[in-house]
């Protein structure tokens, strides 16, 4: 782990900033926390069970999916919104998976370190290796997140929860939030032909309702293109989302009745919101 990123860390039982030695990080309580072979620390609280987070499967088929370069318009959106508003200073990327939009991000901000929040142990291993400027913890968004005051310049959140008071806290005065979510005709093609989950059409509001308080929105933009699927890239895109539980037995049959080339709309939003 990155020392630069490390000192940005809070140890999770007294909020005590965390100090890297060796392959330890320690807060000034005593409490310490060994890095794992793989590169990540794990900062779960123990504040309650987590989520459940990404299965190795799920986090296996995302970082193919992504390495191939289907969403590589959302990671161009992410990364140019990104650059647009960032103060400066590190980012924290909530519900990072892979850590290969991270990586996109840090690609147009050289010299800026970064850190990948995940559930997922799974997520966390591959993340911790996603980009030689970025560090890995292995943490639950939905808890008292463990990092320093306003030590963050920008939070990434693409696909993935929110913790809108806990990111007001992490993030530096002027700092932004850029969030990533689903459009309701995302993927539509493919909802109706498996009979997968839907998006809310009320998302956009709900989100905004979620921040209202902590954030101001700044700017947004949709982003849809097309996509053309073979049947093993459609299962691959089943199986790195909540798709994967859902209908999971019947799914191989219905995906075996598809063209070979499927054509699939992608349709996301891209906001911007600055920390209150």
């Given amino acids: 782990m990155l020392d630069e990123v490390a000192r940005l860390l809070a140890c999770p039982h ?3 900033g965390l100090e890297p030695a060796d392959r330890t ?3 000034p309580a005593n409490h310490a926390f060994d890095l794992a072979k793989q590169g990540y620390a794990s900062l779960l609280g123990g504040r309650g069970a987590p989520g459940p987070g990404d299965t190795a499967a799920m986090v296996a088929a995302r970082a193919d999916f992504l390495t191939a370069g289907h969403y590589a318009p959302i990671a ?3 990364a140019e919104h990104t650059a647009d508003v960032h103060p400066g200073g590190p980012l924290l990327d909530l519900g990072a998976g892979t850590g290969q939009y991270l990586a996109h991000v840090l690609e147009r901000l050289p010299g800026e370190v970064g850190l990948a929040l995940d559930v997922s142990k799974y997520a966390s291993r591959r993340a911790a290796k996603a980009h030689p400027r970025a560090s890995a913890v292995l943490a639950d968004a939905w808890q008292a997140l463990p990092v320093r005051d306003a030590a963050i310049g920008s939070v990434l959140n693409v696909f993935a929860p929110r913790n ?5 806290r992490a993030l530096r005065p002027g700092g932004h939030l850029v969030v990533i979510t689903p459009n309701a005709g995302h993927l539509a093609e493919l909802v109706s032909a ?3 989950l839907s998006v809310d059409e009320r998302k956009p509001q709900r989100l905004a309702d979620q921040l209202a308080g902590h954030f101001e929105p700044v700017a947004s933009s949709v982003r849809e293109f097309p996509l053309r699927l073979d049947r093993a ?8 989302g909540p798709n994967a539980w859902h209908s999971a037995d019947a799914l191989p049959e219905r995906i075996a009745a598809l063209p070979d080339a499927f ?5 996301v939003t891209v906001s911007v919101h600055r920390r209150r």
């Fill in 263 to 267: 054509p699939i709309t992608a349709s």
């Fill in 233 to 240: 890239e459609i299962a691959t895109i089943v199986g790195m």
């Fill in 25 to 27: 990080l320690r807060c």
């Fill in 194 to 196: 498996l009979d997968l």
């Fill in 14 to 16: 007294c909020g005590g």
């Fill in 164 to 168: 809108p008071a806990e990111t007001h």
């Fill in 76 to 78: 161009d959106a992410l």
